[in-house]
T-cell receptor, first 113, second 115 residues
C-alpha cells in the first residue's frame, strides 16, 4: 500500500536557522505530493504541493522538490521564525484512479527566539 | 461560509454513549472526507462522499461508526456505543472535486474524549 515516512520530531531550532524536514514515500502509482501544516488547536492547512517529478512547490519561504529517483519530498526553509512552530505533515495522493490522502505521522517544529 | 466548519470543537462522553459530529463543508464542494487523528499521529482516512453518495467507507474502524450526507452538503459522523479507543480528533475536509490537483480544505476538527 501507499505510505509516507517523515523524520521524527521534535525538531528544535533557533530563529533564523535553516530547516529541513525529511519525507520519503512509497506509492503503488504516480502520486502528487503535499506538505500540510497544523498550528496548535487548528486543522490542517495546505502549505505547498507538487504534482510531478522535479516540480518545486513553494509558499511562505518554504520549498520542497519532488524527487522521483529518491522518492522524496523534503521540506526546507532558509530562515525559520518563531511563528513557524507547528506540526508539519507530508502527504500523497495518486494521480490516477480513485485515491485519498495518505499522511505521514507528522514532525513537530519548535523555534525559539 | 469561508471555510470548513466543524462542531462541536470538543466533546466529552462516557463510554457506551452515542455521539454525533457535524461538518459543514465549503459551499459548492462536491467531495467531503472524514479523517481520524490519534494523538501524535497523522490523520487517517475514514470515509468519502461525493455529493450525497458515500463512495468509500473502507476506513471506518467498526460498524459502530456511521456517516451520512443526506442533501450533499452538511455531513454527520455518528459513533455508537463509544469506546475509549475512539478518543481522537475527527477532521472533516472538503474539495471542489476528487482530483489530485484539487486541494482538500480542512476544518479545525472535533476533539472527542471518551471517559
Amino acid at each position: 500500500g501507499d505510505s509516507v515516512t517523515q523524520m521524527e520530531g521534535p525538531v528544535t531550532l533557533s530563529e533564523e536557522a535553516f530547516l529541513t524536514i525529511n519525507c520519503t514515500y512509497t506509492a503503488t502509482g504516480y502520486p502528487s505530493l503535499f506538505w500540510y501544516v497544523q498550528y496548535p488547536g487548528e486543522g490542517l492547512q495546505l502549505l505547498l504541493k507538487a504534482t510531478k517529478a522535479d516540480d518545486k512547490g513553494s509558499n511562505k519561504g518554504f520549498e520542497a522538490t519532488y524527487r522521483k529517483e529518491t522518492t522524496s519530498f523534503h521540506l526546507e526553509k532558509g530562515s525559520v521564525q518563531v511563528s513557524d512552530s507547528a506540526v508539519y505533515f507530508c502527504a500523497l495522493i495518486l494521480n490516477s484512479g480513485y485515491s485519498t490522502l495518505t499522511f505521514g505521522k507528522g514532525t513537530m517544529l519548535l523555534v525559539s527566539p | 461560509g469561508a471555510g470548513v466548519s466543524q462542531s462541536p470543537r470538543y466533546k466529552v462522553a462516557k463510554r457506551g454513549q452515542d455521539v454525533a459530529l457535524r461538518c459543514d463543508p465549503i459551499s459548492g464542494h462536491v467531495s467531503l472526507f472524514w479523517y481520524q487523528q490519534a494523538l501524535g499521529q497523522g490523520p487517517e482516512f475514514l470515509t468519502y462522499f461525493q455529493n450525497e453518495a458515500q463512495l468509500d467507507k473502507s476506513g471506518l474502524p467498526s460498524d459502530r461508526f456511521f456517516a451520512e450526507r443526506p442533501e450533499g452538503s452538511v455531513s454527520t459522523l455518528k459513533i455508537q456505543r463509544t469506546q475509549q479507543e475512539d478518543s481522537a480528533v475527527y477532521l472533516c475536509a472538503s474539495s471542489l472535486v476528487l482530483h489530485s490537483n484539487q486541494p482538500q480544505h480542512f476544518g479545525d476538527g472535533t476533539r472527542l474524549s471518551i471517559l
